[in-house]
């Protein structure tokens, strides 16, 4: 599933192709991927590409007179093709450019698309902070961990305390903090929460740099590779060698997600 570091990177690739752009004409092949089908096609055909930005792992598109935002789930992703050049399989909406399309295309078709009139911004509130918010600090997940005997990769896949964070970056985090992603959050101390903030942050820059992480079905359509798998310390990488110890890594389940860990470097 793409993370905030891939939908980063496909924010900023679409700016680049698509910024300004009008929407001529808009096709809906798979009515549950938009939210208001029936008026959807009318409420988007003719506005402008104002702005495209991002709020935890949704994209915002901001048009002429509202905002679409964009949820990719599972393996939703967007293809700049020729206008004359038939729709992709599993293509379920295609917009109509000036001299290009822009199709979303969604082999499990969980992904979603949504015009609406408020900022979604706004609408997000069950989102958490950004990772690069300044207001991420120590006491703040102190007091979200408050009594909470869930495990630390539970909670860093909770949308509603740290926005953008899944499964892959939850596990590079944990390595790199030391700490078991089995270990109760209510028992970290403030030093750790600082160390996990940095290494949060430290990890997705890496992986924006990267152009995010190309892993099993996902890739990027637009042009862009990702290269952070290539710098993995534990994800994938279950019963191999630990890259700080040689331990052999071990995969277990939390949360019904796979999560690996090293068990030698990751005792904290």
Not at 10 to 35: A, D, G, M
Not at 58 to 87: C, N, Q, W
Not at 216 to 238: E, K, M, P
Request: with cysteine.
């Amino acid at each position: 599933m793409p993370e905030l570091p891939e939908v980063e990177t496909v924010v900023r690739t679409l700016r680049n192709h698509i910024l300004h752009e009008k929407i001529h004409h808009v096709q809906v092949f798979w009515e549950r991927t938009v939210y208001e089908s029936e008026t959807f096609i009318q409420d988007l055909t003719n506005q402008h590409i104002q702005d495209i930005t991002r709020r935890g792992k949704y994209l915002i598109f901001t048009l002429d007179k509202g905002f679409m935002s964009v949820h990719l789930r599972m393996e939703g992703r967007f293809y700049m093709t020729p206008l004359d050049e038939a729709p992709k399989k599993h293509t379920h909406v295609v917009f109509y450019l000036k001299d290009q399309k822009l199709e979303f295309n969604d082999t499990r078709k969980f992904g979603r698309i949504k015009y609406c009139t408020e900022d979604p911004v706004i609408l997000l509130t069950q989102l958490g902070l950004e990772p690069f918010d300044e207001c991420l600090n120590p006491a703040y997940l102190r007091l979200k961990a408050k009594n909470r005997s869930i495990p630390i990769k539970t909670f860093l896949l909770d949308q509603s305390v740290i926005a953008g964070i899944g499964n892959i970056y939850a596990d590079e985090i944990c390595f790199l903090c030391h700490l078991s992603p089995l270990k109760k959050v209510k028992t970290l101390t403030l030093k750790q929460w600082q160390e996990l903030i940095d290494n949060v942050r430290m990890v997705l820059s890496d992986a924006i740099l990267a152009g995010g992480t190309t892993v099993r079905s996902y890739t990027s359509s637009l042009g862009v590779t990702g290269r952070f798998q290539n710098t993995l310390n534990v994800y994938g990488r279950a019963s191999l060698a630990c890259v700080s110890c040689t331990t052999p890594l071990k995969s277990i389940k939390i949360g019904q997600r796979t999560s690996v860990y090293c068990p030698a470097c990751q005792k904290g």
